[in-house]
C-alpha cells in the first residue's frame, strides 16, 4: 500500500515542541508502542473520531512519504486497515504542511484545504478553492498580492509560538481585492503591491529577514491563530513550490483569433508576414498588454474582419498553443503596430528558440536558499 502523504494528529503543545527541539519521540502511546503512529488522508476522520474527540487545540502535520520511507512501515491495526507507522522520532524537517484542525462542538473541521476535491467526502470541511494537488503540490496562481508598509511588508505574529522572538508569516493575497478588505478590517495603512510571477516572489522571499520565515495566503483577521487558504515557510516554497519562468514576458499575455484564417498554417492565428523574394515565413502576434492588443486589432479589423481577443494565462498554455501549430509558424511577433496601414514589428522570436530557451520552468538551486 503507499500514498503521497501521511499524517500525524497533534495538538498544539506537542507541535511546539515539535518545532522549538526539531524532534518529536511522539504521545504516550506512540512512546508505549515503539512507533509514532500516523493516518492516511482517507484515515484521519476516524482517527479523530476515536481519539481525539471534542479537542480543539489539534493540529494536522502532512508528512511526504517520500522522506521516511526507510523507516514507514504499513502495518493492519483498526478495522483491519494497514495504517502508516513510523519507526523512528518525527522530525521538523519531515514536516510538509501543517494545517489547525477546529472543532465547531460538532465534528472536526480542517481550518484550511489540504487535498482538493476530498475534503467533504471525509467528513472534513474546505474553507476556500484548491490550493494543493493530491500530491502537495502548491498550485501557485499569479498575481500574488501583499501589503507593502514603510521598509518592509505586512506579517502577522504566531502567537501560539512559544519560541522567541515569536515567529512571523507573510501574508500573500490571492486577488488585490481580498488584500484591500484585508486592510480595511484591520484599519491600517499600506500599498498593495503584485507579485506577477515565480521570479519576483523568489527574489522577495529571498530578500524576508528573520523572524518571518513563514507566509500565509488569504489570512483570517478572527482569528488569533495564523490562518489561511495555505501556510508554507519560506524555505519549502523556494524549495519545492517555486516554478522560475523563464518567459520574457509577465502573463497573461494576448493572442488575436480571426476566423477568417480558420483553415491557415496558421491555426486561426492572427499574424504578420516577414521575408523577401521567395522566402517569407508567418508570426503570430503576441501582445504583452490588453490594451496594446486591443489598438491593434481595432486597427486591422477593417481588414481581417471580426477578430477573437483571447487571453493565454501562463507559460504552459502558450507554450501548448505554439506546439499544436507545429511547422506552420516561424516564432512570434510581440506588440506589432499599424502604421500608415503597414503592420510593423521591432522584435520578432524564433519559434525553435522560445520553445528551448524561454517557455521553460525552472527551480533556483539549493544554494540559494541556504540560512533560512
Known sequence: MSTNWVY???????????????????????LRDG??????????????????GGQSDLQLVGVP???????????????GQEFPHLYRELRRADVGNRRAIEWDGTRHRIAATLISGRLEASGLSNNDDAAESDAGQLDLRYPYYLLHHGQGYVSLVDVQSSIEPRPQALALFSTYQRAAEFLEQIAGFAGIKAI????????????LKEPVAETVLDPA????????????????LLRRH??????????????????????????????????????WFSFVVLFTGEVLAEAYRKEI??????????????????????VELGAGIAGIAVNPTVDGGARKCEKCLEIGRLLAHYLTVGRAPDEDNEGF
Open 35 to 52: 512507533f509514532v503512529h500516523l493516518s492516511t488522508w482517507e484515515q484521519v476522520p476516524g482517527t479523530l473520531e476515536k481519539h481525539f
Open 242 to 279: 517555486i516554478e522560475i519562468d523563464n518567459s520574457p514576458w509577465n502573463y497573461p499575455v494576448f493572442l488575436l483569433r480571426s476566423g477568417r484564417l480558420g483553415e491557415t498554417a496558421n491555426g486561426g492565428w492572427s499574424s504578420i508576414q516577414a521575408g523577401a523574394g521567395s522566402h
Open 301 to 322: 479589423e477593417p481588414e481581417d474582419g471580426w477578430l477573437e481577443l483571447v487571453t493565454v494565462p501562463d507559460m504552459r498554455c502558450l507554450r501548448e498553443r505554439l
Open 196 to 207: 506577477r510571477n515565480g521570479r519576483e516572489l523568489h527574489w522577495l522571499l529571498t530578500s
Open 8 to 30: 500525524k494528529i497533534m495538538t498544539a503543545g506537542q507541535w511546539d515542541r515539535l518545532r522549538t527541539d526539531g524532534v518529536w519521540a511522539g504521545s504516550e502511546v506512540d
Open 65 to 79: 512519504e517520500e522522506s521516511v520511507r526507510h523507516e514507514l512501515r504499513w502495518e493492519v491495526s483498526r478495522g
Open 221 to 236: 483577521v478572527d482569528r488569533p491563530e495564523i490562518s489561511g487558504t495555505w501556510r508554507r515557510t519560506v524555505v519549502e
